[in-house]
C-alpha cells in the first residue's frame, strides 16, 4: 500500500504536468537587440505525441531563422510586415517569416522538447509592451493552442491556454 506522502507528491507532480503550458525561456528582452527564443513544449496532448508545432511571429520580431531539428521539417510562412523595421548596416526590414512550422517529428507525450528561433527584436519597439508567440501544438489525437492573450487592462488574468510571451525593455545603453 502507497503511503500517504508518496500519493500526496505523486499527485502534485500528475497536477504540474498536466497544468504545463508552452513558454519562453526569457520573460524580458531589450529592444534593438538579437533575441533566442526558445519554446519548450513540456508535454503532448492527453498520451498522445506532438508531431507539429507552428509558432506565430509578432509584428517587429524581425530576422527570424529556426533552428534546425533532426527527424522534423520546417515551414518558414513569409509575408508583409505593417511597416519597415530597421536591421543592423542601415537595413530595413519589410517583409519575412510570419510564421514558423516544425512538422514529420514525433515527441512523446512525457517527454519535452525546445524548439529555437534566432530573431532580432526591432528597435522600432516599445518598451513594456508585451509582445505574445502565440503556438498551436498538433498531437496525433488532438491539438492544443497556446493562443490566449489576457484582455485589455487585465495582465494577471487567468487563461487556460496562454500565448508564450516576452515583455519588451529598453535597448542596452552603447557606452564602452
Known amino acids: ?6 500519493v500526496a507528491v505523486l499527485s502534485l507532480s500528475t497536477f504540474n504536468i498536466a497544468s504545463a503550458h508552452v513558454t519562453l525561456d526569457k520573460k524580458e ?5 538579437f533575441y533566442k527564443a526558445v519554446l519548450t513544449v513540456p508535454h503532448g ?5 506532438t508531431v507539429k508545432i507552428a509558432v506565430q511571429i509578432p509584428e517587429g520580431v524581425i530576422s527570424v531563422k529556426p533552428m534546425v531539428k533532426p527527424g522534423w521539417t520546417i515551414e518558414i510562412k513569409r509575408g508583409a510586415y505593417a511597416k519597415p523595421y530597421s536591421f543592423l548596416h542601415g537595413a530595413k526590414f519589410t ?3 510570419k510564421e514558423i512550422v ?8 512525457g517527454y519535452f522538447d525546445e524548439f529555437i528561433l534566432q530573431t532580432f527584436v526591432a528597435g522600432e519597439l516599445t518598451p513594456g509592451t508585451t509582445l505574445y508567440f502565440p503556438v498551436t501544438q498538433t498531437c496525433q489525437k488532438g491539438e492544443h493552442r497556446w493562443v ?3 484582455s485589455a487592462g487585465k495582465p494577471d488574468e487567468h487563461l487556460g491556454e496562454p500565448a508564450p510571451a516576452i515583455k519588451l525593455i529598453p535597448a542596452a545603453s552603447k557606452g564602452h
Open 102 to 109: 516544425w512538422s514529420g517529428g514525433a515527441l512523446p507525450d
Open 1 to 6: 500500500m502507497p503511503s500517504c506522502a508518496f
Open 95 to 97: 517583409e519575412g517569416p
Open 45 to 49: 496532448c492527453d498520451g498522445s505525441p
Open 148 to 150: 490566449q492573450v489576457p
Open 29 to 33: 528582452v531589450a529592444i534593438g537587440s
